[in-house]
């Protein structure tokens, strides 16, 4: 599904790995991992957010909705649902909280673990990430 929406949205890897740090800071903020029936809807809703926060161009909802294979309206409301759980909250991603990202998720999916253990691993990694001042 990550691969469908990098190639039809054109946000390629960045937009994915984007969608992917604000969906660690839902599950954060909500204190629970994604489960394999939310997990596309999910990530669909932070991919749009993300392009919106950190790119300069992004598409509309209903492209979005479309290349997601979800209605209009459900694009909408995942995305106020989200907004909601991130009290509004879509700083653009630091390079801390994305290298954090890229370590951590390819070594759980190498190690074919059950979907809770990679649910458990996603939390401890959307743990908050304070990059050095410059």
Do not use: C, W
């Amino acid at each position: 599904y990550a691969a469908r929406l990098a190639v039809h949205t054109g946000y390629g890897v960045d937009g994915i790995v984007v969608g992917l740090a604000l969906l660690a800071r839902y599950s954060r903020a909500v204190g629970r991992p994604p489960t394999l029936l939310t997990i596309h809807r999910l990530l669909l809703a932070s991919v749009v957010l993300g392009a919106k926060a950190n790119f300069d161009i992004f598409y509309k909802n209903v492209y979005m909705a479309r290349a997601g294979g979800v209605p209009l309206q459900e694009m909408n409301a995942l995305e106020l649902a989200l907004l909601v759980a991130l009290n509004y909250s879509t700083t653009p991603v630091s390079p801390g909280e994305l290298e954090s990202l890229l370590v951590t998720i390819p070594a759980m999916v190498a190690a074919d673990a059950s979907a809770d253990t990679i649910g458990q691993q996603f939390l401890a990694a959307a743990a908050p990430v304070v990059d050095a001042p410059s």
